[in-house]
C-alpha cells in the first residue's frame, strides 16, 4: 500500500517519482510501479495545461491587434 503522500509528491514533483521507482524497483516492486505512475500522470498533466495556457495567452495576445 502507497503511502498517499507519497503519490501527490510523486504527481507535484515527478522527478522524486522516477527516483524512487528506481530506488524501490527491487525492494518494494508495487510501490515503486505506483510512484512512476503518479510522476507519469504528472508529466502528462503539467503538459497539457502548459498548452492550454499557451493556446489561452496566444489567442490574447493575438486579440491585442
Known sequence: VVNPWVSVLCF????????????????YPNKSKASLKWSIIGIITRAIFGFVLYLFLFIRFFALF
Open 12 to 27: 507535484m514533483i515527478p522527478v522524486v517519482g522516477i527516483f524512487l521507482f528506481l530506488v524501490w524497483l527491487n525492494t
